[in-house]
């Protein structure tokens, strides 16, 4: 069972509690400023693949769980993929565009 299963369910979804400038479920307890969120969320979230992908996912396997689910720590070929897509996305998303726009 993964998070996709609980997708915005409050309690079992992780990425829902992440966040707190937005209210993702009717189950968090409304803040002030959560009525302006349509204006502010937007550009947020062009960083949220950067968050993914180091410090959730670097969380996630330090606890060794992500919301419900347990994580064991990747080896082998495993380990190995899991650097490599790191490095990929990387490369990707801040390499890549440099040398179109330094």
Known sequence: MSHHTYT????????????????????????????FEHFYIWPLYTLVGVRWQTAGDLVSLIRGRFAQSTLRFPRGWNLAALVTGKALFFSWTLVVPLFFFP
Not at 26 to 33: L, V
Request: aromatic share 10%; net charge positive.
């Open 8 to 35: 915005n369910v409050d309690g079992c979804d992780d990425d829902v509690s992440q966040v707190p400038l937005a209210r993702f479920a009717p189950s968090q307890r409304p803040r002030r400023w959560y009525r």
